[in-house]
């Protein structure tokens, strides 16, 4: 057995360190140059908007006066559309997942499927939003209203919810199958009872990243022509509409400086929207990670 060196162990003990020291500095500084990123947004964000965020603001509708502008059909807007999204996307890409990972066959013809769906992941959105012109809008006669720019949104998110709900699935122990199973349950038991029950944090982590793109996008609605201004409130899913993002992008690109103070007004409301959905979605995913 060789003799070693205690300095030279040392000395390499040592340069880990060293090394380790290096990139923990790099990582705490990349992490604290996003968060400064992110602050300085929100506190300009904050300090533009705040002024024209009132009561008024949320029951008035648009206007070419920035004073007397308003964004409640932009705000009802953005809440039908996401009562067509997360329903669809959700029930779609559960389902999917639950197929892909607990009946179908391990072969070469579903690995492309699973390959395919992740790919999709990446496409850019306005892709989506000339698919969404394509069929729903044009071919189905949808028009432009809250059921075809609820389905275009929803194909958007949809791989992202499918690959995590795969992941998810996936990562429930193979032992709680098989004690279901020795219990007498049946396949579908076993899914419902023990499978997504189990899932469910993880399913819910990715579709509240996927719903969180989907209320800010605006791409696809600039493509299937989704109006910037309207002075009444959908009455249903066929009804015209605006979302936020929409209306947001409209006051930004005003040359009046006023309409910039509004926009960001109009930011605040979004990231509020976001934030109770996102804690809606949170409250109940923590409430099964303690369940299970």
Do not use: H
Not at 190 to 210: E, Q
Not at 249 to 263: C, G, I, N, T
């Amino acid at each position: 057995m060789k003799y070693i060196d205690e300095t030279v162990v040392m000395k390499r003990m040592k340069s880990r360190l060293k090394f380790n020291k290096l990139w923990k500095s790099l990582f705490l500084i990349a992490t604290l140059f996003a968060l400064l990123c992110l602050v300085v947004l929100l506190v300009r964000i904050v300090s533009q908007g705040s002024g024209y965020l009132n009561i008024d603001f949320l029951t008035n509708f648009a206007s070419r006066f920035p004073e007397k502008a308003g964004i409640k059909a932009a705000l009802i807007g953005s809440l039908w559309l996401m009562a067509v999204v997360a329903p669809v996307s959700i029930i779609l890409g559960v389902g999917t997942a639950i197929y892909l990972e607990e009946y179908a066959k391990q072969n070469k013809f579903n690995d492309f499927i699973r390959t395919n769906i992740s790919n999709l992941a990446g496409v850019p959105s306005i892709v989506f939003g000339l698919l969404g012109l394509t069929i729903f809008v044009r071919m189905l006669g949808l028009g432009k209203s809250v059921l075809a720019a609820g389905f275009t949104m929803s194909l958007l998110i949809l791989p992202v919810i499918i690959v995590a709900a795969q992941e998810a699935i996936r990562a429930v122990p193979n032992e709680q199958r098989e004690a279901s199973y020795g219990m007498g349950a049946t396949k579908w038991q076993t899914i419902t009872r023990v499978v997504l029950p189990a899932a469910i944090p993880g399913i819910l982590t990715g579709s509240i990243l996927a719903l969180s793109r989907a209320i800010g996008e605006t791409a696809p609605l600039v493509v299937i022509g989704i109006p910037v201004i309207l002075q009444f409130l959908p009455e249903g899913l066929l009804s015209e509409f605006t979302a936020l993002p929409m209306q947001i992008y409209d006051w930004a690109k005003r040359p009046q400086e006023e309409f910039l103070y509004v926009s960001s007004a109009g930011i605040i409301v979004l990231m509020i929207l976001l934030v109770v959905m996102n804690s809606i979605a949170i409250f109940i995913r923590n409430k099964f990670q303690k369940r299970y």
